[in-house]
């Protein structure tokens, strides 16, 4: 514990530092002292991991009225060490990014504040640091989404949106853990020991209630509107940090209270997990596909992926629930090992995107193209992230997709028709997301990177800073390892797993260097294909280049017309026509098309518009009315407030007088 | 009239009976140099034909003299192919595009005139529109004379390049 | 230690068997379809090894690069067929104990093709023409659309025999003919053949001897294709058909695997691989013949549908257990 709280104190001190130090050197020290701190915590949470013993720390000073309660406990050491490298990359990541307002008084410390609690939030053990740390999470994001404010008017909506539905997801996962601390204690030891004397009902409305606060905060749909708003406006080390680790608090939130501090719960609880994983993971996936700004199209692949892992651990939760804990467990390891790959491969996306950014000045795919020649490393590491969520052989996200479909898979053992059907479901929005997300980044590496420049600022684009570099080459080391070496952190997955299951548990998957089940038929070893494809490709380039004259440089066929353009390239909207008319009902595209008459006669055309756009469409149709409705209810309560002060003392007089009567 | 040889009939009994195709004529000499070895694709460039080699090529390739029994084959693109078969006589319009044509051509390659106006320029080389013979052009490695050649004689043309 | 030298060597040689196999298998499988497409028009064709004479011309010949593409159009064809060559390798074609059998997975298999088909779409791309940006998305999204009713098919054989390991499940499918005729079997056998058709470009979903560039989807991507990287493109196709054929015919028609380690069942098997893979290139070849190729726009109805038999297995597999 003591190293933990040491890094911890080493944000607070880069806090200080960041309000403190001048200008020129502020930046770096900053990032040096959150680096520093950052390393503490890993080092922390690797050690709690590999022992498998939690540590706690309790002082009644630093909260008031309840005090601070933490535990590191592998579950939470977890998200922990995920957190802390995401963090150092991202630090190291904002030396060569910061410009202008990031690097602020304001905006640097925020930055620590933020991820401060980002570390503090997985070791919390009682409901009012976990409050307290969330609040700070959240306030210290949305203040950090509004860095750039003064230039972009959607900089302040998003803000707004984001404010909004965190606190009303922040309220209803207050409410939840309240109903869960009505006997005993506050803390979750308390809460642990008691929840078995709550009745069933007040142990359901709790796990809704929180799963609500924590899947909006995963992103799940229909609570995810505030994602593809936020995330791009952010800077893009605080996209990296939101998409990467806070997302992942929420299904964090989710597998704490479901699993350890209610104990498993019933069946249907888990079933509302899957549904919500299902949606969110298909509809994540066709707006990926179909966006055309690049951080918005990594804000909705995040809800996609975050809606397998959603599916995972619901059908873990299901699994269990209906007496199957070996299976239960492979899911829930495959769910966490998805969660920590995406955490790395979407940071090294977010990072990425930020170098387009810097190096070209656009985000959006249609002004980009030829980039590859123009600025080969940051492409070389965009490509190594966009490869692993693509789930390309020997990457991480190929291991941890096939261990969770593992997972499903040897779940179809059980009898019970809910769990199958569930299973049913989820493998196959596993299987309908896998191709759309392969087109989402072709699309992304083919009309971003490859072909010719569509603007002259694409044309002219300068490679970014080392330290940028070295940010997001720090990430892909996860991408790769991972992939290619995954049973490598498979003990340490064994022990998060085993958080909430006093039993002692077999381990479902065998410790090694790749992946091999327990008891059950399944193995892959990566690092052997990898091998094999690389002695494969190694015979096929030096069989083709015997004797052979190096290859012609000349002009690309076009069909024998004159000299081409770099507007006859397909752009990313065309390029996804073809899907977006496949699902226009789930996409519900936007058309409209202007048509100005001759004046001479209606059946002649002078002009004509057509614009078309894919808006969110639960946006539009839930969210936008229920906003309108709101508004109404609002204005008419105005006619309440007429200035009078006779009137607003006659309300006063009436609501004692009811109290009164109530409490009588 | 009798339809015996043309009578319909289902796919499966095609593929049982014999085939419709006229027997292969004797074999042409093989130009030397070439080396194809069974196996040649061509990109059709008409650059000003008047579409009666075209329907000569297109009968040359059908069933009833199927070229494609030698290794012959029409592809789409240049860089698939091993050389151009070219009909017509060059117009201002196309020389262009018969340039690129030949440029986008990986090496070695033949050029094959097919037609009259293909080799000497035929009927139309006083045109206005034209802009000069394809022998000004390019070597031309094989001459199919007539206006229009005989699909035996485009077939044997072909046979002389593969060699099969 | 002999054991495992042993069975390395059986393993290796079993490996090379197959991709040597495959990899002349693959053009004479297309040229036996052609050959059939010939035929059924009354004419006599070019001979079925047709396809490994223009192999041999292209690669003699020099390859050629666009001005504005990069390594990956260069690295593409030798990524294309190192890894169908890899599936091939790892696959139960003619043993159940080829190299690397325990990473030989259904899902490796599967992601392995979405590998060859994610680099050629980002090839066609690489070009900056518009063939090959037209091409590249209709590939990837006839791709994307058949990769649930793959997978799901996949699944629905997975649970069937408890793993997702594919040796195991030919070798499993051996000792229990039984479930070669169950329902599951039959819906995923109508799913998967959809699915090789739609992932090998043959009709009714793409015509491969089309020469308008509008209506060519896999085509269209290697039009800037020459020489030598044509060759290793062309090659890597004929692979990739070689092995979905395969694949699908010892999936369901096992019998004639070796599952012993001896060098004559080796033999045996390729006979047997030889006469089943020719059956089945008959058959889709006379469904080829019999169809006319459908509107893009209605290819993704056909795999909706392949995908709804692929989820009725599976629904069939847990009820009928």
Redesign the interface.
Known sequence: MVLFMAGLGCCVLGVVAATVISLERRVIVVTLVGSVGCLLTFTAASQVLVSGRAESFHSSLVLPLAGINLTLDPLGALFVAMTSFVGVATLVYCVGYARGELRSRSALSLLLVFLMSLLVVPAASSVVTLLFFWELMALSSMLLIMVEQRRRVETRVAAQWYGAMTQLGAASILLGLLLLSTKGGQTFGDIRSHVAALSPTLRSFAFVLTLIGFASKAGAVPFHVWLPKAHPEAPSPVSALMSSAMVAMGVYGIVRVGNDLLGGGTLWWWIIVVALGVVSALFGALHAVTSVDLKRLLAYSTIDILGLVLIGVGCSGALAASGHPRTAHLALIGALLLVVSHAAFKGCLFLGVGAIERATGSRSLDHLGGLIRRIPITTALFVVGALSIVAVPAFSGFTSEWLLLQGLLHGFVGKSSPTLIMLLVGVVALALTGGLTAVAFVKVIGIGFLGQARSTAAASAHEVPRTMQIGMGILCIPCVVLGVAPGIVIPLLNRAIQTGHSSSVSRPVETGIGLSLVHLRGTIEPMLLLAGFVVIVAVIAGANSIRRRPARKVEAWRGGGDRPTARMQYTATSYAEPLQRVFADVLRPEIDVEVTHAVESHYYEQSLSYESRVGDAIERLAYQPAIRAVTRVGLAARRIQNGSVHRYLAFGFIALLIILVVLA | MSTSRYRRGSILRSLFSKARTEPAAAMPDIVPGIGLRGSLQLRHVDVGSCNGCEIEIASAFAPTYDASRFGARLVASPRHADGVLVTGVVTRNMAGALERTLDALPQPSVVVACGDCAVNGGIFREAYGVEATLDSFVNVDVRIPGCPPHPEAITQALRSLTGR | MTDIGSSLGYGFIASLTQVVLVAIGGPLLMGLMAK?R??????????IY?PL??L??L?A????????????L?AAP??V???T??AV??SPLVTTHP??S??S?L??IV??L??G??TM??A????????G??G???A??I??????A???AV?AL??QA????LP?IVADTITHPVWTSTPTRLLALVALVIVVIAETGRLPVDNPN????LT?IH?AM?????????G?ITLGAAMRLGLLFTLLVNLFVPWGVATGSSVLGLLAAVVFLVLKTSLLAVVVS?IE??SAKLR??RV?ELLAGGFVLA?LA??TE?VTR
């Open positions: 059939v010939t035929r059924a028009e009354g004419r006599v064709g070019a001979p047709q004479r223009d041999r011309k690669m010949k020099e390859g050629l690069r666009a001005r504005y593409s990069s390594v990956v260069a030798l990524v067929l190192g890894s060559t890899l390798a790892i190299l690397l325990a990473s997975d899902f490796v992601y392995l979405l590998t088909s994610i779409a980002l066609g791309l690489d070009t900056g023409t518009a063939f940006g037209m590249s998305s209709r990837i999204t791709g994307a659309l058949a990769e649930p793959l997978l799901v699944i997975s649970i408890r793993t997702s390991n195991t089309t020469h308008l560039e060519m085509e290697t039009l800037e294709y020459a020489g030598s990287d044509l290793l006379l013949v019999h893009l726009f993704p989820v599976v629904i847990l």
